[in-house]
């Protein structure tokens, strides 16, 4: 199954939060900015489906003499401190279910990138968890 078309934004969105701020809020519509990361493989594969961590976590290179080569699985944060600050990202067809397409390599969608996701409060969600249903990706330029 393909992408929809207008997935990838061309301009980036205003008024994005963070992931912390978005989980925090009750609002159906997000703009939600964050680095795609959390895992070794923050991707599913053959599925639409990413982890976005909140900014404001550290990734293991930025840290002073860490030297890790996968420093978006943020193994240098304690655990329950990257929970709080990460959601899933889903891009859905008409019944709900997230794409049979992977993300990964797509017009800049890799481990690490900072993007912001315009999209929908998923209803299967479950308590402490996000997950934003995507309509658009901006990939943020470095």
């Given at each position: 199954?393909?992408?929809?078309?207008?997935?990838?934004?061309?301009?980036?969105?205003?008024?994005?939060?963070?992931?912390?701020?978005?989980?925090?809020?009750?609002?159906?519509?997000?703009v939600?900015?964050?680095?795609?990361?959390?895992?070794?493989?923050?991707?599913?594969?053959?599925?639409?489906?990413?982890?976005?961590?909140?900014?404001?976590?550290?990734?293991?290179?930025?840290?002073?003499?860490?030297?890790?080569?996968?420093?978006?699985?943020?193994?240098c944060?304690?655990?329950?401190?990257?929970l709080a600050?990460?959601?899933?990202?889903?891009?859905?067809g008409?019944?709900?279910?997230p794409?049979?397409?992977g993300?990964?390599?797509?017009?800049?969608?890799?481990p690490?990138?900072?993007?912001v996701?315009?999209?929908?409060?998923?209803?299967?969600?479950?308590?402490g968890?996000?997950?934003?249903d995507?309509?658009?990706?901006?990939?943020?330029?470095r």
């Amino acid at each position: 199954m393909s992408l929809p078309a207008n997935l990838i934004l061309s301009a980036e969105p205003p008024n994005a939060i963070g992931v912390k701020d978005a989980k925090a809020t009750s609002d159906e519509e997000l703009v939600v900015r964050g680095r795609i990361g959390g895992r070794v493989d923050p991707f599913v594969p053959s599925s639409a489906i990413f982890l976005l961590v909140d900014k404001s976590l550290k990734m293991c290179n930025e840290l002073h003499g860490d030297g890790c080569r996968t420093p978006w699985d943020y193994c240098c944060e304690p655990r329950e401190n990257l929970l709080a600050a990460m959601a899933t990202v889903q891009v859905v067809g008409d019944d709900g279910r997230p794409l049979n397409a992977g993300l990964r390599g797509r017009n800049g969608l890799e481990p690490g990138a900072e993007v912001v996701v315009v999209g929908r409060r998923a209803s299967n969600e479950n308590a402490g968890t996000l997950v934003i249903d995507a309509r658009g990706i901006y990939v943020v330029k470095r």
